[in-house]
C-alpha cells in the first residue's frame, strides 16, 4: 500500500534521510524505532508533504505523492497524527475532529456516514466523548494526544502515519493508546507507527525498521526484531519500557 524508495531528506543542508526504504503493506502495522534524532519524525513528514524529500520514491496505492502538498496526500488517504499534538486548542474537541472529515465534505474524498465516523471516535476514545463540547486547548496533554489520533481517523484513511502517540503521556495513558492501537489494528486499519516505546511498538506491530542515523540498519517481522540481541541492548533495555 505506503512504499518508500530510496528516500533522502534533509533540513536546508542538513541531510537527515540517507537512501531509506521501507514498505507498509495493507492491513498490516509497521513500526519505525530508534533514537532520539535517527530521522523518524522526519520520515513521516517526507510522507505526508510536511517537507518536500531531497529524491526517491513514496507511492500511496501506486500512485506517487513524494513531493505533493499536504492536502492533496491527505486527499489520497493519508492521515498524520504528528508528533506534539497540535490541535486547534481555540474550538469544541467535536469541531477538531470535524476539521479531520474536511476532505469528505468537501467531495475531495468519499464523503460516507460522517456522523456515523464521529460517534465511533468518540466511542473509541471515551475521554473525548466526555469532553466532546470542551475547547480543545483545555483537554490535558494525553486528551490532546487522544484527539490528534481521533482527527486523523475523521479523513477515513486508507493508512494512518502515528508520530510519537505516548510522548509525554503518564503511564497509565501510555497503556491506554497502545489499547486503542491494537483495537484498531483489529479492524484492519493499516498504521505506520513511530514510537519511543520500542518494546511496546515490536509488541503491536507486524513488521519493525529501525532506523540509525538516516538509514535503516536492520528490519524484520516484530518477533524476530523482539528477539535480535542487538535491538534489544539498544531499545528493549529497562528504559524502553512503560
Partial sequence: MLTISNLYAAYGKVEVLHGISLDVPRGKVVTLIGSNGAGKSTTMRAISGMIKPKSGQITLNDKEIGGLPSHRIARSG??????????????????????GAFARFTGARPKGDIQHDLEKSLDLFPRLKERQHQLAGTLSGGEQQMLAMARALMLNPDIILLDEPSMGLAPILVGEVFRIIARLKEEGMTMLLVEQFAAAALDVADYGYVLENGRISVHGPASSLQNDPAVQAAYLGAGAQH
Avoid at 493519508?78 to 476539521?99: C, K, Q, W, Y
Fill in 78 to 99: 493519508l492521515a498524520h497524527s504528528p508528533e506534539g499534538r497540535r490541535v486547534f486548542p481555540s474550538i469544541s474537541v467535536t469541531d477538531n475532529l470535524l476539521l
